[in-house]
C-alpha cells in the first residue's frame, strides 16, 4: 500500500539556517505530494504542493520538488526564523483521495 | 469563510462509553474525511464520506462509524471506547475531485 517514511527529528536550528526535511514514498499510481505543517495545539495546515513529477510546490519561503525518479519529495527553507517551529507532516494522496501521512517532523528553532 | 469546524474541542470519556464527534466543512466543499492522530504520530485515515455514503476506509474496527447530512456536515461515532481511542481527531473536507484537503482543528478525546 501506500507509504510515506520522513525524516526523524526532532531538528533544532538557530534562526536563519537552512532546513532540510527528507521525505519519500511508495505508491502504485501516480500520487499527489504534499506538506502539512501543524502548530502547537492546532490542526493541519496546508503548507504546499505537487501534482505531478518535478513540479516544485513553494509557500512562505519553503519549497519541494516532486521528484518521480527518487521518490522523494524534500522540504527546504533557506532562512528559517523562530515562527516556523513546528510539526511537519510530508503526506502523499492516490487516485483514492485519502491522505496517507509520514510521522511527523518536529523541528524548532532558536533565536 | 469559517473554513472547517469541529465540535467540541475536548472531550473526557469513560472507558466502554460512546462518542459523537461533529465536523462542518468548509463552505463548497462535499467531501468529508476523518483522521486519528496519536500523540506523537501522524494521522491516520479512519473513512471518508461523500454524497452521504461511506466511500472508502481505513483500518479501523467497526467500532468507528459515521454519517454526512444533506448539507455536508458529517458526524464519527466511537462505541465501546478504549484507552487507546485517546488522540485528536481531525475532519477534513475537500471539493469535488480536488486534491488539496482542508483541516479543521481537531476534537482531542481522552479516555479515562
Known amino acids: 500500500g501506500d507509504s510515506v517514511t520522513q525524516m526523524e527529528g526532532p531538528v533544532t536550528l538557530s534562526e536563519e539556517a537552512f532546513l532540510t526535511i527528507n521525505c519519500t514514498y511508495t505508491?502504485?499510481?501516480?500520487?499527489?505530494l504534499f506538506w502539512y505543517v501543524q502548530y502547537p495545539g492546532e490542526g493541519l495546515q496546508l503548507l504546499l504542493k505537487?501534482?505531478?513529477?518535478?513540479d516544485k510546490g513553494s509557500n512562505k519561503g519553503f519549497e519541494a520538488t516532486y521528484r518521480k525518479e527518487t521518490t522523494s519529495f524534500h522540504l527546504e527553507k533557506g532562512s528559517v526564523q523562530v515562527s516556523d517551529s513546528a510539526v511537519y507532516f510530508c503526506?502523499?494522496?492516490?487516485?483514492?483521495?485519502?491522505?496517507?501521512f509520514g510521522a511527523g517532523t518536529t523541528v524548532t528553532v532558536r533565536a | 469563510d469559517a473554513g472547517v469546524t469541529q465540535s467540541p474541542t475536548h472531550l473526557i470519556k469513560t472507558r466502554g462509553q460512546q462518542v459523537t464527534l461533529r465536523c462542518s466543512p468548509k463552505?463548497?466543499?462535499?467531501?468529508v474525511s476523518w483522521y486519528q492522530q496519536a500523540l506523537g504520530q501522524g494521522p491516520q485515515f479512519i473513512f471518508q464520506?461523500?454524497?452521504?455514503?461511506?466511500?472508502q476506509r481505513g483500518n479501523f474496527p467497526d467500532r468507528f462509524s459515521g454519517h454526512q447530512f444533506p448539507n455536508y456536515s458529517s458526524e464519527l461515532n466511537v462505541n465501546a471506547l478504549l484507552l487507546g481511542d485517546s488522540a485528536l481527531y481531525l475532519c477534513?473536507?475537500?471539493?469535488?475531485?480536488?486534491?488539496?484537503?482542508?483541516f479543521g482543528q481537531g476534537t482531542r478525546l481522552t479516555v479515562v
Open positions: 477534513a473536507s475537500r471539493a469535488g475531485g480536488n486534491t488539496e484537503a482542508f
Open positions: 505508491a502504485t499510481g501516480y500520487p499527489s
Open positions: 505537487a501534482t505531478k513529477a518535478d
Open positions: 503526506a502523499l494522496s492516490d487516485n483514492d483521495y485519502k491522505l496517507s
Open positions: 463552505s463548497g466543499h462535499d467531501t
Open positions: 464520506y461523500y454524497e452521504e455514503e461511506e466511500r
